[in-house]
């Protein structure tokens, strides 16, 4: 394909995939577009359409005995892991960010983050032979973590933790133990009278009384969708102290209306009070590119698919996900939880080092692939997951982690020329939003 096909290409999905955002919000997706220019990784983050335009139309040559239809993240990339603490009360690294969480190939998941990998060391100038063993050992892990689940009698038996976890990864837990809720609280609300109110900033708003009604009304409902087993026997606990407009999100989310909402907490105490993120759900790259009719038809709405599909993915899920709907659109619910720390990778640069990090990431894609939350209610996918990547790589996996690494290092250079092709598009005012 040449220059001028591919910049084309480039426009015209990201126009399909954002033109009622950007006509929505032009200033946040000025903003987005700005980060995705600073540099390919940054493009490749904002891009998981165009990821999903190209591989959808390549054979399904490794993903086969249902492996071909499970549950994926669909935006696996180096920076989408981080810390959360679990329904158990017990901290856990793993992989965040479900928004783009759909039905697919599970080989998509893996092609997405190599890409990634290989992107990351290009920015880090390691040489190429290096990039690829890096790839290698997340392949490997995966692998390597799959079979434990098929020679496994649970799927919820293994986590990374403070007690496992070990280089960077477990100074990323540490620094999340060290964190108060009590410091998100001052940081974000004021007390006034005796309670807790938001704090205003650049990123957040008053509500007029007749949004806040619908807010409030949307909330209520939002209760109802937790499941029996996660709700806190105390009612106060959801007692409803403040709610504001929310903006400023990352490069995934411009354009999406969302709200914050502080609720009571786990007790009067001022230091006890728990926010919770209500956001606008957005339709998942992936699902402009396959069939989505049973999909569709399964969800009342986006929310109600990121919820369920985050469930499918994580064990032992944040106790306060749920999913809301307000004016006809979906929503989906969590806690801004004082106890989240992504991974940084602007430390982490020698290959040793990198190495030890790969290790846990692949062993936790495979933990998304092959077990799922105790209150996982769906049933679009109810086959053993790691019989079934097992059985697809079965005699070959040596081929598989060789085709990976390949695709990865191919495909990031794809990603480079198009970010290049992106930029000089932007500026020249074609993507959708004026550059100025």
Request: charged content about 25%; some cysteine.
């Amino acid at each position: 394909m040449g220059s001028t096909d591919r910049t084309t290409v480039i426009i015209e999905v990201l126009r399909d995939a954002f033109a009622p955002l950007m006509k929505a919000d032009p200033a946040a997706f000025r903003a987005k577009y700005r980060k995705m220019a600073r540099d390919p990784h940054a493009f490749y983050r904002g891009t998981a359409c165009l990821f999903y335009h190209d591989v959808t139309t390549e054979p399904a040559e490794w993903a086969a005995h249902g492996a071909e239809r499970i549950w994926i993240h669909g935006d696996l990339h180096v920076e989408n892991f981080g810390t959360y603490l679990n329904s158990d009360g017990r901290l856990v690294f793993d992989v965040n960010d479900f928004d783009e969480a759909y039905l697919g190939r599970f080989t998509w998941d893996l092609q997405r983050f190599a890409a990634s990998l290989a992107l990351l060391g290009w920015q880090k100038a390691l040489p190429e032979d290096a990039v690829r063993q890096l790839i290698a050992r997340y392949a490997r892990s995966y692998l390597a973590q799959v079979n434990h689940y098929t020679d496994s009698a649970s799927d919820e038996d293994f986590a990374i933790r403070l007690d496992n976890a070990h280089g960077p990864v477990l100074a990323v837990l540490e620094s999340a133990r060290a964190m108060k809720r009590a410091d998100l609280l001052d940081h974000v609300t004021v007390q006034e009278r005796g309670t807790r109110r938001f704090r205003a900033d650049d990123t957040t708003r008053r509500l007029p009384r007749a949004e806040r009604t619908k807010v409030v009304s949307a909330f209520s409902n939002y209760l109802d969708t937790i499941p029996e087993s996660k709700r806190f026997d105390r009612e106060l606990f959801y007692e409803l102290r403040d709610v504001v407009g929310k903006s400023g999100f990352g490069i995934g989310s411009a354009g999406l209306p969302a709200y914050n909402v502080l609720v009571e907490g786990y007790s009067q105490a001022l230091d006890n009070d728990v926010v919770l993120s209500m956001k606008q759900a957005n339709v998942p790259a992936l699902s402009r590119f396959v069939d989505t009719a049973e999909v569709d038809a399964y969800f009342e709405h986006e929310g109600h698919r990121t919820a369920v599909s985050q469930r499918a993915l994580q064990v032992h899920t944040d106790p306060l996900l749920g999913h809301t709907s307000l004016d006809g659109v979906g929503y989906v619910v969590a806690e801004v939880s004082p106890y989240e720390v992504d991974l940084d990778w602007s430390e982490i640069n020698e290959p040793a080092d990198i190495r030890a990090v790969v290790d846990l990431l692949g062993r936790a894609t495979a933990k998304i692939h092959c077990a799922s939350d105790e209150d996982s209610q769906q049933d679009l996918v109810e086959f053993q997951v790691e019989t079934a990547i097992a059985s697809s790589v079965k005699g070959s996996r040596r081929d598989f982690v060789d085709w990976l690494c390949e695709w990865g290092m191919r495909y990031s250079g794809t990603v480079r020329d198009d970010h290049a092709r992106f930029v000089d598009a932007f500026r020249e005012g074609r993507v959708g939003v004026a550059a100025t």
